[in-house]
């Protein structure tokens, strides 16, 4: 392929658990026979279904810098103590934690998403004007999903031959109050075996 040429092997291992944890795990390895190292970056784009994406917000990504792709990814830095969507958002949260939450408050319904080797996370809605001119969206999709994905963008990957990378991303779902500030003794206890 002209615009990617080496040989690479992909691995996606989707497992599910029984309590309903989703983990993605990918392998990217470097088969290139001609001794050549490539370099990539990478990024689950996992989408959230929510009731409501006004009632949602994203925790975790307070006081971090981001790339905000709607503004010819200039740097910015996050002012609130959590993501909330009211317009197009399409962002690359930098060095983000390895937990970060996503609350709809409406479903009482949160997911707690955990990564590995993947330091950044992606924050995407299309909003209304996007969504209409996406041909595999439907015009009013954006107002039920979310997309927050871990990534591994800033500082992309370098893979000599004969070696392999590897990213992990955990989505568990668990009740809204979780995270909210509102927790009762028990719940924490509960949430922490999680
Ligand atoms: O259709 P996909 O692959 O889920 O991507 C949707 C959007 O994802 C965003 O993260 C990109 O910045 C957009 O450019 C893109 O349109």
Redesign the pocket.
């Given at each position: 392929m002209k615009t990617w040429p080496h040989s690479y092997e992909l691995r996606l291992q989707v497992a599910l658990s029984p309590r309903g944890d989703l983990i993605l795990t990918s392998r990217i390895k470097n088969k290139n026979a001609d001794g050549k190292p490539f370099q990539f970056t990478f990024?689950f784009?996992t989408?959230f279904s929510v009731s409501d994406i006004s009632e949602v917000r994203v925790e975790g990504l307070d006081t971090l810098d981001y790339h905000d792709?709607l503004q010819s990814k200039i740097r910015c830095t996050e002012q609130g103590d959590a993501v909330v969507f009211e317009s197009e958002v399409?962002r690359i949260y930098l060095s983000a934690p390895p937990k970060i939450v996503t609350i709809d408050h409406e479903k009482k319904r949160t997911f707690v998403l955990r990564k590995k080797e993947l330091p950044d996370v992606?924050v995407?809605n299309?909003w209304d004007r996007?969504a209409k001119a996406?041909p595999?969206?439907g015009a009013e999709e954006y107002k039920c999903m979310l997309?927050v994905g871990a990534a591994r963008i800033e500082k992309p990957i370098t893979l000599r031959p004969g070696e392999e990378w590897q990213g992990r991303q955990e989505i568990s779902p668990v009740p809204s109050s979780y995270s909210s500030g509102l927790l009762d003794p028990e719940m924490i206890q509960q949430m922490q075996r999680i």
């Open positions: 990024a784009h989408y792709n399409d992606v995407w299309p996007k996406m595999d969206f997309c």
